[in-house]
């Protein structure tokens, strides 16, 4: 016998047909709809066995189970039909091979995928064995191989700007600036610029050497060279002594106390000796 958990039930359509019926008879009809649907079979024919399925045993209940067999059951040959739970029941029969026959094909789906992805596997596996040969009989090509693929992901320039630069630092960092400086320079400007920061860096503390990300971020391409520069850079040009700086500050107090040209500290500006000489002392003596 073929038995069900459930079924479908709506409520209005149940409610719209049985606001007649008291509340025994109601309990009665919803009983033996349960064990309609339970069974999958109509309810036998003998009243004693419809009388236990929907538990009735005083003389009430019995009463309200032949009430609702006369109004809502159809007696047949084997057994008491009802026409809308023989439609639900249909209706789920053909819902469930529907079901089953969708279950069946997303099953062999499945199991093509499957194959499918195995094989995929396997393939993989079998270049990547091949690969391993290949790099342990042909080690330097297989290093080249791996260094080619590492540049397809870099701009074109990159490695040449990388390996000028004086400061190996941050290579990542750097190359997100470097894609970014290639919108405001081409890459040839970019990579002499690293030449000549390379040699003016070249006797130079390490610590102070700008990161190369720093150095595209700044667009230090675009600075000065250091022999342009006004005092010459850090060894362009002469470094002044701290005699040297007193004195040119003493020369610029004595020129503004006497009225005599403003120059700027540390100009060329003569110096007048007034200290009088020996022959000029010895006349002024005899003239005492």
């Given at each position: 016998m073929?038995?069900?958990?459930?079924?479908?039930?709506?409520?209005?359509?149940?409610?719209?047909?049985?606001?007649?019926?008291?509340?025994?008879?109601?309990?009665?009809?919803?009983?033996?709809?349960?064990?309609?649907?339970?069974?999958c079979?109509?309810?036998?024919?003998?009243?004693?066995?419809?009388?236990?399925?929907?538990?009735?045993?005083?003389?009430?209940?019995?009463?309200?189970?032949?009430?609702?067999?006369?109004?809502?059951?159809?007696?047949?040959?084997?057994g008491?039909?009802?026409?809308?739970?023989?439609?639900?029941?249909?209706?789920?029969?053909?819902?469930?091979?529907?079901?089953?026959?969708?279950?069946?094909?997303?099953?062999?789906?499945?199991?093509?995928?499957?194959k499918?992805?195995?094989?995929?596997?396997?393939?993989?596996?079998?270049?990547?064995?091949?690969?391993?040969s290949?790099?342990?009989?042909?080690?330097?090509?297989a290093?080249?191989?791996?260094?080619?693929?590492?540049?397809?992901?870099?701009?074109?320039?990159?490695?040449?700007?990388?390996?000028?630069?004086?400061?190996?630092?941050?290579?990542?960092a750097?190359?997100?600036?470097?894609?970014?400086?290639?919108?405001?320079?081409?890459?040839?400007?970019?990579?002499?610029?690293?030449?000549?920061?390379?040699?003016?860096?070249?006797?130079?503390?390490?610590?102070?050497?700008?990161?190369?990300a720093t150095?595209?971020?700044?667009?230090?391409?675009?600075?000065?060279?250091?022999s342009?520069?006004?005092?010459?850079?850090?060894?362009?040009?002469?470094?002044?002594?701290?005699?040297?700086?007193?004195?040119?500050?003493?020369?610029?107090?004595?020129?503004?106390?006497?009225?005599?040209?403003?120059?700027?500290?540390?100009?060329?500006?003569?110096?007048?000796?007034?200290?009088?000489?020996?022959?000029?002392?010895?006349?002024?003596?005899?003239?005492?």
């Amino acid at each position: 016998m073929t038995t069900s958990p459930w079924y479908a039930f709506y409520p209005k359509d149940y409610r719209d047909k049985t606001n007649k019926l008291t509340m025994v008879q109601d309990g009665a009809y919803r009983r033996l709809m349960d064990e309609y649907y339970v069974t999958c079979e109509p309810l036998p024919l003998a009243q004693e066995e419809i009388f236990r399925a929907a538990r009735a045993f005083t003389r009430d209940e019995r009463a309200a189970v032949v009430v609702v067999l006369d109004r809502y059951f159809v007696k047949g040959d084997d057994g008491w039909h009802h026409l809308r739970i023989d439609e639900e029941l249909i209706k789920r029969a053909e819902l469930s091979a529907k079901r089953s026959q969708a279950g069946s094909n997303g099953g062999r789906n499945i199991k093509t995928k499957y194959k499918q992805l195995l094989e995929t596997d396997e393939k993989q596996n079998q270049s990547t064995a091949e690969a391993c040969s290949q790099s342990q009989s042909h080690p330097s090509e297989a290093k080249a191989s791996s260094v080619n693929r590492t540049n397809k992901s870099e701009p074109p320039g990159f490695v040449e700007f990388y390996a000028a630069f004086p400061r190996k630092t941050a290579r990542g960092a750097a190359l997100k600036a470097y894609v970014s400086a290639l919108k405001r320079a081409p890459a040839a400007v970019l990579l002499q610029g690293a030449i000549r920061y390379a040699q003016e860096r070249a006797h130079e503390d390490q610590n102070f050497t700008k990161h190369p990300a720093t150095w595209l971020t700044q667009d230090c391409w675009l600075d000065e060279p250091v022999s342009n520069r006004p005092n010459g850079g850090r060894h362009g040009g002469q470094q002044k002594s701290p005699q040297q700086s007193f004195g040119a500050e003493l020369l610029q107090s004595i020129s503004e106390d006497y009225g005599g040209p403003r120059g700027v500290a540390g100009g060329s500006q003569e110096i007048i000796d007034v200290t009088p000489s020996r022959s000029e002392t010895r006349t002024r003596d005899e003239a005492a």
